[in-house]
């Protein structure tokens, strides 16, 4: 691929690290207290999401039904990726000996752009669930909701792999990124890979987009209805109001996490004079950066479940505590009934 690693496989590039610098970067306990804080988090949310489950409304139940999608995905890209990269922290191996063939490159490559695009994804759903939950109610079945949301997440999960898979079939390669502890897409000038990291910058910031444009429609829609004219009994339920605090924790954590990564991708690949020499090497710099980014972004994994452990209704009442916990009758959808049936 690149002329002077001809005897390298196609997943390795020129890197000039020694393996002093290697052990200076890489901390093993760090990377290993990471994903095991994180998989914690995800494990105590999913438990949570599990009692929450029951008992609740066909809008709710299809809510935490995303969110489940959303918690297990964290949680298996942080066992997944966190197991090949802790590994490589404490062994400290040449990767070059242990995966010739580059077959662990790539599958590592694969699913970081996996778990990495389907956590915006997920989010880009919920906002479009909650949307046509609160603006258009009659629009979606009352019936199935949770297997429609069941169905969504598979879709979202079908898709990312599939991108995932992209560089496999020839648009974009998988290489080996600095320290050399993980395997990600190539910020080079060849046109496979520009376009790879152009697509997955664009559909990651598209989601986040999206996700904002919808949310800030459906938050304007709960405060004219909540802050309108009409009566108690008119406004919308508590639960309505916990569901988009929690979608708007997740949407804001989401965009400070991926956003840099995405733009610095989209930058770089686009950058003239390029920012990867003929030979395959980025400057000290940029490779950093990239490092940098990346560690940004995968605090997302982490942060996701915290957005729904501490933003339910149990925790905001201790600091709000004008929230009731009663309904307060039959949040939107009734509304609508009621002020169809008038006219």
Known sequence: MWPNASSLGPCFRPMNITLEERRLIASPWFAASFCLVGLASNLLALSVLMGARQGSSQSRSSFLTFLCGLVLTDFMGLLVTGAIVVTQHFVLFEWQAVDPGCSLCHFMGVIMVFFGLCPLLLGAAMASERFLGITRPFSRPATASQRRAWTTVGLVWASALALGLL?????????????????????????????????????????????????????????????????????????????????????????????????????????????????????????????????????????????????????????????????????????????????
């Open 167 to 343: 560089p496999l079939l020839g648009v974009g390669h998988y290489t080996v990124q600095y320290p050399g502890s993980w395997c990600f897409l190539t910020l080079g000038t060849d046109p496979g890979d520009v376009a790879f990291g152009l697509l997955f910058a664009l559909l990651g910031s598209v989601s986040v987009g999206m996700s904002f444009l919808l949310n800030t429609i459906s938050v304007a829609t709960l405060c004219h209805v909540y802050h309108g004219q009409a009566t108690a009994q008119q406004r919308p339920r508590d639960c309505e109001v916990e569901m988009m605090v929690q979608l708007m924790g997740i949407m804001v954590v989401a965009s400070i996490c991926w956003m840099p990564l995405l733009v610095f991708i989209a930058q770089t690949v686009l950058q003239s004079p390029p920012a990867m020499s003929p030979t395959g090497q980025l400057s000290r710099l940029t490779e950093r950066q990239l490092l940098i980014y990346l560690r940004v972004a995968t605090w997302n994994q982490i942060l996701d479940p915290w957005v729904y452990i501490l933003f339910r209704r149990a925790v905001i009442q201790r600091f709000y505590p004008r929230l009731s916990t009663r309904s307060r009758s039959l949040s939107l959808q009734p509304q609508l009934t009621r002020r169809s049936t008038i006219h």
